[in-house]
């Protein structure tokens, strides 16, 4: 102890080796004129700041997302002038029709999911033995078990989870794939998410290792993969989907895509799939996806499976199946195609986008590739634990027999029902439009009709420095209050034009929403007329 005080001497008294130059510059200096500080404040001034646009990662000026883009951003703009008062529009509000946003547009949300987050949220009204009367009386005994249960099993809403989720939640995640696939499921092979965005973020972004890199992409796409392949600078090697045959893919597509690009130098890695489609809502078959499998067996691919959409099929004869049932049916796959399928809280019946929670399950991959993917999860730390915690529910909900299973199901079934209704009125709509067509709706949440746009209407569109199909979805916001997204924000096959609309506004405000875009498109054709050949 008697050291002490003769140490806090040694650093309070600077040796005068670092003293010398100090003193030197400080008797060297010249004092600087009112005149002179004021001149050089001024010139800062004019600089302006010190990180201006053109010192941004090019990469994050190149990525584009259309689903936010002009469209939804001038949307904004009229919504914000109609509760200011403006009275210039033709309609009293806008529908943001532009994103699968299903709460944002008045759905109500699923009483059970909300009413065990209430509780987590409260925790004391559990904990506190003098509250259960009061909780019992207001919650059904099965809510009241459920977030006691994930209480127990350290679901803290309020604090950081393990980097790759709850182990309850990935329990009950790999029950449902189980009960789903009639195939096993390993919670270690399951990865909690922030959506299903981050996960393939998280794996593009793995997967990306250099410039040369490239990811098989579906043509018309979701924005998320050209914008998160650019942002990592790898290279989108894309493949139509067919229209003419219901959006669905072929293997000779993919086989010449894939060859055309390794001929360029192009390292293609992985070959990305959207079942059921979005923007365009396909469902594929079983006998489609065990050419998907196939191809990317052969030629050494990891599939990467879009599945958010899952619960959102419309046809009978086309039902959902998950490309891990697939995979695990093939015995010259099962053990060697590197599969990672993602899911979602933001879509099927429950809507919860803004819980952030979803899902990513990894089959056959490297043990090493595995560890660097929980490394990247937990640079982010963990997903929002609510998001988690309802990721769970979604895999177990209330059971027949328990006190919330009959209002759940009613619930979910009236949504998906109503969906189904939507869906159906407003493609027929479109098809009896003259200059429009719409396949059936067979999945997803978005209907993607073919527009059919004149020479003057692309000189139109031209003139404004737009794409035709922009301009048409700018026309159709100004007129109706109708936000979608113009094809070209997917990318399309050239020389076609599209829109993505979702079927999410009130059923009550589909009729009235029906008339305002057939006015519109026969406003459209009357200015613009139409193709010879449509």
């Given at each position: ?43 800062a ?14 990469h ?6 259309a ?12 919504a ?48 506190d ?11 059904p005994?099965?809510?009241i ?6 209480i ?12 790759q989720?709850?182990?309850?939640v ?10 789903r696939d009639g ?6 092979d399951i990865?909690?998410t ?17 410039p ?31 229209e003419e ?27 990305c ?8 809502g ?6 489609v996806?065990?050419e ?17 959409y ?12 998950s ?9 010259d ?9 993602f ?15 979803g899902f ?5 991959f ?12 937990s ?7 609510a998001?988690?915690v309802?990721?769970g ?7 027949v027999g ?5 209002l ?8 998906y ?5 939507r ?17 059936q709706?067979?999945?997803a949440?978005?209907l ?6 004149s ?10 420095k737009?794409?035709p ?14 936000c ?5 924000g ?10 993505r ?7 009550e405000?589909?009729?009235s ?10 406003d ?11």
């Amino acid at each position: 102890m008697a050291s002490a005080p003769v140490l806090a001497r040694a650093w309070a008294r600077p040796s005068a080796h670092f003293l010398r130059p100090l003193s030197r510059t400080l008797a060297s200096s010249r004092p600087i004129s009112q005149g002179a500080q004021a001149a050089v404040a001024n010139d800062a001034s004019t600089q302006g700041p010190s990180f201006k646009f053109e010192d941004l990662n090019p990469h994050l000026v190149a990525a584009e997302y259309a689903v936010r883009g002009l469209l939804p951003q001038r949307a904004a703009q009229i919504a914000q002038e109609l509760q200011q008062g403006a009275t210039n529009y033709p309609f009293d509000e806008v529908i943001f029709a532009n994103i699968g946003n299903p709460q944002a547009l008045a759905q109500p949300p699923i009483t059970f999911f909300r009413q065990v987050l209430s509780l987590m949220e409260n925790e004391n009204m559990l904990l506190d033995m003098a509250n259960f009367p009061h909780v019992a009386a207001l919650y059904p005994a099965d809510v009241i078990a459920r977030a006691k249960d994930y209480i127990r099993a350290g679901a803290d809403i309020g604090a950081y989870s393990a980097s790759q989720g709850v182990p309850l939640v990935r329990e009950q995640v790999a029950g449902y794939l189980e009960r789903r696939d009639g195939v096993p499921a390993d919670p270690s092979d399951i990865f909690l998410t922030a959506g299903a965005s981050e996960g393939i973020s998280n794996l593009l972004g793995a997967i990306i290792a250099n410039p040369s890199v490239g990811i098989m992409i579906p043509i018309p796409q979701y924005p998320l993969y050209s914008a998160t392949i650019t942002l990592c600078n790898g290279k989108p090697v894309k493949y139509y989907l067919d229209e003419e045959a219901g959006w669905t893919l072929n293997a000779d597509e993919l086989k010449r895509q894939l060859d055309e690009a390794r001929a360029a130098g192009t390292d293609v890695r992985a070959l990305c799939v959207i079942n059921p489609g979005n923007p365009t809502g396909q469902v594929l078959t079983e006998d489609v996806m065990r050419e998907v499998v196939q191809f990317c067996r052969r030629e050494r691919l990891v599939l990467l499976a879009d599945e958010v959409y899952q619960a959102n099929t419309y046809q009978d004869h086309l039902p959902f199946h998950s490309f891990k049932k697939v995979v695990a049916s093939m015995p010259d796959c099962r053990d060697t195609v590197e599969l990672a399928s993602f899911h979602s809280l933001s879509k099927g019946m429950i809507g919860e986008c803004g819980r952030r929670g979803g899902f990513m399950e990894l089959i056959n991959f490297d043990p090493l590739v595995r560890e660097q993917l929980l490394k990247r999860a937990s640079i982010n730390l963990c997903c929002n634990v609510a998001g988690q915690v309802m990721t769970g529910m979604m895999c177990e909900p209330p059971a027949v027999g328990e006190p919330s299973y009959d209002l759940y199901h009613h619930e979910m079934e009236s949504l998906y029902t109503s969906l189904r209704r939507r869906a159906l009125i407003l493609a027929d709509a479109f098809n009896d439009m003259d200059g429009i067509e719409c396949g059936q709706p067979q999945g997803a949440m978005y209907l993607f009709p073919r527009i059919y746009l004149s020479d003057k209407a692309i000189a139109a569109a031209q003139e404004r420095k737009l794409a035709p199909d922009t301009f048409y979805c700018l026309q159709l916001l100004e007129r109706t209050g109708f936000c979608v997204v113009p094809g070209s924000g997917f990318d399309q096959y050239p020389g076609t034009f599209h829109f993505r609309c979702t079927f999410l506004p009130q059923e009550e405000k589909i009729a009235s929403l029906v008339h305002s875009i057939q006015e519109f498109q026969r406003d459209w054709v009357e200015e613009y007329g139409l193709p010879s050949m449509a």
